[in-house]
């Protein structure tokens, strides 16, 4: 499978953004999809996790309930709402996929991985 994360940009705090993370190659049903992020100097940190049948979602404890993790099948995508955006979230934002895993906040689990989509937040 290939994932291609966009969506990202240049927003102000408080503000709203929707990250996609649009799947080819399969169907995105095949896998969890996690969402991490990584800002300069700091390591991969987990975002959010939606299972596949999208039954279970986790997210990390930063989200605090700004976030939120959905798929849409039909479209073969996963998106990540991000609302209350603030300055600490400014990263680069990833979509990955596993196939099984019940470990979803390590990154290394994820066996597939698109290209990070830049969201800077500025005060």
């Known amino acids: 499978v290939q994932l291609q994360a966009s969506g990202g940009g240049l927003v102000q705090a408080g503000d709203s953004l929707r990250l996609s993370c649009i799947a080819s190659?399969?169907?995105?049903?095949?896998?969890?999809m996690g969402w991490f992020r990584q800002a300069p100097g700091k390591e991969r940190e987990f975002v959010a996790r939606i299972s596949r049948t999208g039954a279970a979602i986790y997210y990390g404890e930063f989200v605090k309930g700004r976030f939120t993790a959905a798929g849409d099948d039909a479209k073969n995508t996963a998106y990540l709402q991000m609302n209350s955006l603030k300055p600490e979230d400014t990263a680069v934002y990833y979509c990955?996929?596993?196939?099984?895993?019940?470990?979803?906040?390590?990154?290394?689990?994820?066996?597939?991985w698109g290209r990070g989509t830049q969201v800077t937040v500025s005060s």
């Open positions: 990955a996929g596993v196939r099984h895993s019940n470990y979803y906040t390590r990154a290394t689990v994820y066996e597939y």
């Open positions: 190659g399969e169907n995105l049903t095949n896998y969890h």
